[in-house]
């Protein structure tokens, strides 16, 4: 999907000694634009930029940020749910893994989808298999069943996640004029990791960390109480037991899964009433000008040595952080910091994170930097190393590890 719209947005590829080449891409584009024009002037292309445009670029942002929600939904309480449900840590960790399986799985159907059959085709899909995906958590079904329903809602997330990905490039070419382009594809991604900072916040507020218990009451009375459902783990040195209300905790998680199958219902709802697929009229000539075929593309694409450069370059960092974050709790929680304490962790990350990408984007368009933005990637990477670093050295308890320090 990059490649087909790679003529409508400036790309930046590295040359031969490794530095950017703007400049000819740039040149590139104009001439491309200027021989559509000539090449359409005869056919009488009529262009037009409709406000509609922000319309459908808000209704796929809202797509982008529940699906991001709902990827995120379990490791922000993950206390709860290992208590409520009895799942380990595993079981929590292979719910992101399944998405991002399906994933890969369905990557390249998903953009020949929106390719051949229009971004409605692949915004319909997609919140559909979202609503389907948060319907499948809400039903009422025993535990031991529930954990199967939940991975199955994983594979359903990870198939509408395709289409959140790949769509932005192409609404932005098909719906926005150039000089919006770069804002629309940014507001389109950047959606995303605002819905996965949101989990954060969601799962904190509506099912909260689950409450300790001093030992009031023997084991006896536990016992003849069947009406109190309660989780405890006995043994600890101060001679308590991590005592709450089961029942609560279980009927919170479930007005969550509620909310969410809630909010992206509605969504679905408001995209097949009104989603077309492009404006009447493009926004402009060579919005109009037929791509290459995807097949064609695709090889063109995997013989391109500097796409697996910028693939690894990108996707191996970004794909590690990105799954870590949301097992944050898992990883804290036994050195002592709390899911309340996770939650805010992984929401400042998350936003500081897609904050500073658009400050960096927005840097490395201006014209002064144009020739330095190799190294701007250089200084992010080590900042980033350094920051794993630290995170490290926390983890081994060579430097005390608190909330203070984490932040």
Known sequence: MLLQYANMESDYLLNEDGNEDRSSIQKDNVQKENKSKNTSSSGHTETQVYKKRWYIVMMFSMLAFLQGTVWNTWGPISNSAQAVYHWSDFEIGMFINYADIAFVLTAFPATWLIQNKGLRYGVVTSAAFLTLCSGIRCLPLPDDVFIWAVNAASVL????????????PAISAIWFPMEERTTATAIGSIFAYLGI???????????????YLPELINSSLINATSSLDIFS????????????????????IKTLMYLEFGLCALLLLAVLIHFPSRPPKPPTVSAAVQRSNFLPGILQLFRSVQFWLLLIAYGVPVGIYGVFGTVLNANLGPDGITQDETAWLGFYSTVGGALAGLFVSWLANKKVLHHHFKFILFVLMMVATLSVLWFCLLAQTIIPLSIGELS
């Open 233 to 252: 783990t006995s043994g600890t040195e101060n001679n308590y037991t991590d005592l709450f209300n089961i029942g609560e905790q279980r009927k919170k």
């Open 197 to 211: 900072a949101s989990s954060f916040l969601i799962g904190s507020v509506v099912v909260g960390e689950h409450k």
């Open 157 to 168: 997330n990870g198939v509408s996640s395709c289409v959140v990905n790949v769509a932005p």
